[in-house]
């Protein structure tokens, strides 16, 4: 508690309250677009192959118009 008492003194919080809400509320969003961008890379997981191949026939159109 001691040490929660300086850090909340000496940063940007008024209390130990304010520092423990910030520290829970930085977590919650830190697991929180954890959680999206794991889902996100299952997907993309998922869908690799044809990911892959309409990424290639794109350059490929591109490259020759």
């Not at 999206?36 to 309409?54: M, N, P, Q, S, V």
Request: glycine content about 4%; charged content about 35%.
């Amino acid at each position: 508690l001691q040490l929660l008492d300086e850090l909340a003194l000496g940063g940007r919080h008024r209390s130990r309250s304010a520092l423990i809400r910030q520290a829970v509320s930085d977590f919650v969003q830190r697991e929180h677009r954890r959680h999206i961008e794991e889902r996100e890379a299952a997907i993309f997981r998922k869908h690799r192959a044809r990911l892959t191949r309409e990424a290639r026939a794109l350059i490929r159109d591109q490259a020759h118009p």
